[in-house]
Nanobody, 115 residues
Framework: QVQLVESGGGSVQAGGSLRLSCAPSGRIFSINVMGWYRQAPGKQRELVARISGSGSTNYADSVKGRFTISRDNAKNTVYLQMNSLKPEDTAVYYC?????????WGQGTQVTVSS
């Protein structure tokens, strides 16, 4: 069974940067939207950013201007560049890949931002 493998999480001070990557462990066909979600303790999972197959992007208001999502279609990989990180960005970040008929989710990677 194909899994999404995330990397790049960790701990950083406020104002710092991290880059998350997510790639499938095997081949996934007909990928449409790729995206990143996050879930902080005691809160619901929320959309951070998403990118369509044509490259159109959407961002949560809280990350606009600080985060950039991109994808490499040849590698079926999605990235999230996070700059000017704030303590409120602390959460488990999950990548998501949408195909016809469903979604794949990563296992999550922890991002901790200290003040």
């Amino acid at each position: 069974q194909v899994q999404l493998v995330e990397s790049g999480g960790g701990s950083v001070q406020a104002g710092g940067s991290l880059r998350l990557s997510c790639a499938p462990s095997g081949r996934i066909f007909s990928i449409n939207v790729m995206g990143w979600y996050r879930q902080a303790p005691g809160k619901q999972r929320e959309l951070v950013a998403r990118i369509s197959g044509s490259g159109s992007t959407n961002y949560a208001d809280s990350v606009k201007g600080r985060f950039t999502i991109s994808r490499d279609n040849a590698k079926n990989t999605v990235y999230l560049q996070m700059n000017s990180l704030k303590p409120e960005d602390t959460a488990v970040y999950y990548c998501m890949v949408e195909v016809i008929g469903g979604r794949y989710w990563g296992q999550g990677t922890q991002v901790t931002v200290s003040s």
